[in-house]
């Protein structure tokens, strides 16, 4: 998959694509106010609402880097924080296991990433998702990806 956007002298640059599967009660919220507070992150971030970061199941992330992301962050309430008691603790332990799953798949582990940020952290929600664009720039563009993303 290739996202492009006009460079400077007018020529085409690659521009990795991050699905972002978000806990509504803190990551969610913390990327609205990284939002309404008009910090700048890439426009190829594609969020998607979660009711809590522990129902993220690693077929979701998988499906998401075979048809055409190039990275996938996974964001959930701080440890101890969490609305649903445990869910982040799940989704902790499940993301261990999805690293080594995705080596094995011949998916370079760098693609994913797991964070823990509040609703108050919509400064740290732009900074994060800045950074992986950094990384997954640095990596090219996802070689398993067979479409592209609505």
Not at 114 to 138: C, D, H, P, Q, Y
Request: hydrophobic share 40%; net charge positive.
């Amino acid at each position: 998959m290739t996202t492009e956007a006009t460079g400077p002298a007018g020529g085409r640059e690659w521009r990795p694509r991050i699905v972002g599967f978000l806990c509504t009660w803190c990551s969610y919220t913390g990327a609205d106010l990284a939002g309404v507070s008009r910090l700048q992150y890439t426009p190829e971030f594609i969020p998607i609402r979660v009711m809590c970061s522990g129902a993220v199941d690693p077929a979701y992330v998988i499906k998401a880097l075979l048809e055409g992301a190039d990275g996938v962050l996974v964001g959930g309430c701080h440890p101890g924080d969490c609305h649903y008691l445990t869910g982040n603790y799940k989704a902790r332990r499940r993301f261990a296991v999805l690293k080594e799953l995705l080596g094995g798949l011949g998916i370079d582990p760098r693609r994913v990433r797991l964070e823990w940020i509040s609703a108050s952290e919509g400064g740290k929600f732009a900074a994060t998702v800045n950074e992986m664009e950094r990384e997954l720039r640095a990596l090219g563009p996802n070689p398993l990806s067979k479409q592209e993303l609505l």
